[in-house]
């Protein structure tokens, strides 16, 4: 099907202009600007008058629980809920069941998301302390990047070797991308909490997350993970920055394409601070942790500054009977996210009077950038016709009833938001519209190209 999507006000590269676009067999053929003249051949029509039009967003830190603990979320659950918050594509994670660290394995779960996905797709293969032979063979032009877990999270697939961490630095052939959480720090205060509680000393509720899993324990694995890259020369991503202290070690150049160290915050550390804990109790622990209302300022500072490239869901659905326990230590980290990720950020960049374009950029361009997509991430001429309608002017109550999460839950349930997806585009065809799926075609996997124009340039 080929489509003529008219009157549009398109958000693209940094501009904001009205214009109509023809897509065919899947592409981009044709922007028309004010004055062009064009006529669309056997082209379905779609009348977007007061409507935006973006590039589909590229969420690259994603859990979709499969294999392995589908009762949670699997791809085809998760993918449809991405696709209806304006997911174009996405990268998961390996901390599955098996966890994802051979070649095998990995093309498992490639093999899964051709059959299920309706959105496009890439899988990272996870690093362990023993298993850097799989590494080494990953192709850089089919992979998305190697996760490096240098703090434990869901799956406990921590890395702590040092002579392994330096070699996979050296030796990874794609991007890596850290959780960096110190893990020495983050044992020795669970164990003084724990020892708290038991003495009735301290509630084991949600609020001493952050006192757990500290701004130190951040800073010092980050600071850590930055020294790696710097010593080997590697392309690093630093995911779901949290702390204002770790925004230090990055810079502010906004010409991504020349930074190898990068860093990713997510949309929860924008819009939560630990006064939330009373409000949401576990509902909204995650690791790391959500911290002060002086962390959220300085990430907002961030994504204004440029020291902040790419925003990611952290998109990690658990059960209810996981979540919302009595106790701290047994309640699992993580929530789903990626169906509300978009409309929640676009209303909070209204809120902090920063533009539309700039929202796209982090989550739409720079991941394409960073990660050297092939052909998409932009509207352009000749690339995938990966695209997403947004109505900015409703009055709508996300709820629990209304998520497409296999786990039926939201930390959002509640919230107003005045942004809403109503079409979505994948590589050409219309899979989400108004509330209704389109589950004829399933995304494609993603490619990836290594040649830049020109050599990476150091930040000063």
Known sequence: MNYFIKNAIIVNEGETFSAHLFIKNG??????????RFEPENAQVIDARG??????????????????MTAKADIYSESRA????????????????????????????????????????????????????????????KVCGVKLFMGSSTGNMLVDKEEILERLFKESPCLIAAHCEDEELIRRNTQHYKELAEKHEVIPDAKIHPLVRTSEACYKSSAKAVELAEKTGARLHVMHISTAHELTLFCNDKHLKYKKITAETCPHYLNFDERDYSRLGFAV?????????????ALWQAIRDGRIDTIGSDHAPHLREEKFTDNYFTAKSGFPSIQHNLPLMADLFVE??????????????????LYRIDRRGFIREGYHADLVLLNVNVNKLITNEETFYKCGWTPYDGTAVHTQVTHTFVNGNLVYENGLFHEENRGQRLLFTQTLSQNPLECQ
């Open 82 to 141: 991405a696709v209806a918050g304006g997911v174009t594509s996405y990268m998961e994670m390996p901390n599955t069941v098996p966890q994802t660290t051979t070649q095998a394995l990995l093309q498992e779960k490639f093999d899964l998301a051709a059959e299920k996905s309706l959105a496009n797709y890439s899988f990272y293969i996870g690093a362990t302390n023993d298993n850097l032979a799989e590494i080494v063979k990953t192709d850089p032009e």
């Open 51 to 68: 409507k935006y039009l973006i590039p589909g967003v590229i969420d690259e830190h994603v859990h979709f629980r499969e294999p392995g």
């Open 285 to 297: 622990k995650c690791n790391p942790a959500i911290k002060s209302a002086t962390d959220n300022y």
């Open 352 to 369: 902090h009077q920063i533009e539309m374009a700039a929202l796209v950029t982090l989550m739409c361009h720079n991941p394409a950038i």
């Open 27 to 36: 592409i981009i053929v044709k922007i028309v600007r004010e004055g062009d």
